[in-house]
């Protein structure tokens, strides 16, 4: 085995990821290989120090209101799905009021009507097609499993 | 007191909505949570901000929660994805910094080659790019193996060995230079 074919394994060798038959090929070559042996010992090293160190500091008495900070994140989430559904009507409201008495009413000048159908069907238009490409690349989405 | 394990809690949040169960999870994993989103982000407020929404989305979200799975490997996916979303907006973006998180580190008074040196791992650590950094922690502070990492970052098994690969390689490069 060359060094750069142990190098492209010594990963995966170091985290027990590396199937047996291929371990036994680099165990052999890490035997005669003084500089590969050295990358695998750093490697390890690397490893450890990072497995056993523990970051403190002035926000970890943050950490003490933590259950408070996120019941409250849970109570304003609920206030901005009340908020979204009293704007939707508040929305829906606007545009049936609007078709009533402005586009179904014939003392308002054609221009203006013209201008609220466009306008109308521009939002429609947008809608669909938001909808639409959600749907398309859901289906190609790698990361849908993935909750966010 | 008796042990509740993680997922009889999880599994009283998704029936129940249970919040004493939900308290009791957080108690339990909110250090551990926010340490792991510090490694991650490289900032403290973003990772407590991090650490608590993920812990957000454990409870509005509970029901997608698949009943026997281990908890914290499901919990670190979707605390991985809230500081991904996080950093992906852009006002808040901002370069990890290595400084203020090595200012935290525990004293090595007995042994200051010791305390330098786990410095420059971890500057050399944040100097990498996250889909790398984000690999290496996964795998050595939470001792996943390559399959959890897979699952967790909704990859597959060889990436998760290339990133980890050029990972130590990067990290070994700036040892020489």
């Not at chain 1, 492209?8 to 036994?24: F, K, M």
């Not at chain 1, 019941?71 to 704007?87: D, K, Q, T, V």
């Not at chain 2, 996250?130 to 690999?135: C, F, Q, S």
Request: glycine share 6%.
């Amino acid at each position: 085995m060359k060094c750069s074919e142990a190098k492209e394994n010594l990963s995966r060798y170091l985290d027990g990821e590396l199937p047996a038959a291929q371990a036994g090929e680099l165990e052999r070559h890490l035997a005669d290989c003084a500089a590969c042996r050295a990358d695998l010992e750093r490697w390890r090293t690397w490893g450890k120090e990072l497995a056993n160190m523990n970051f403190s500091g002035d926000h970890d008495r943050k950490l003490d209101v933590f259950e408070t900070s996120v019941y409250a994140r849970l109570e304003r989430g609920i206030a901005w799905i009340l908020l979204s559904l009293g704007g939707a009507l508040v929305l829906a409201s606007a545009l049936f009021y609007a078709i009533r008495d402005v586009l179904l009413n014939p003392e308002i000048v054609w221009p203006m009507r013209i201008g609220l159908i466009l306008l109308i069907l521009a939002l429609i238009i947008l809608a669909v097609g938001v909808v639409r490409h959600r749907l398309s690349t859901y289906k190609s989405d790698k990361y849908k499993g993935v909750l966010r | 007191m008796q042990h509740i394990a993680d997922e009889t809690l999880m599994e009283r949040i998704k029936t129940a909505q249970d919040r004493e169960a939900f308290t009791m999870l957080m108690n339990r994993h909110k250090t551990h949570a926010y340490r792991l989103a510090l490694q991650l982000t490289g900032d403290h407020d973003e990772a407590m901000d991090c650490a608590q929404e993920a812990f957000v989305k454990v409870f509005t979200r509970a029901r997608r929660y698949e009943d026997g799975r281990q908890f914290w490997p499901w919990f670190v996916g979707i605390l991985r994805n809230t500081v991904r979303m996080l950093r992906r907006t852009t006002w808040r973006r901002r370069k990890a910094g290595a400084e203020e998180l090595i200012a935290g580190l525990p004293d090595h008074c007995d042994d200051p080659e010791a305390a330098a040196r786990a410095a420059e791992l971890w500057r050399r650590l944040f100097a990498l790019p996250p889909k790398l950094r984000e690999v290496m922690v996964l795998r050595h502070q939470e001792g996943f193996n390559y399959e959890q990492i897979a699952a967790v970052l909704g990859v597959s098994v060889n990436t998760v060995a290339s990133r980890l690969h050029a990972a130590r390689q990067r990290l070994a490069q700036d040892h020489e230079m």
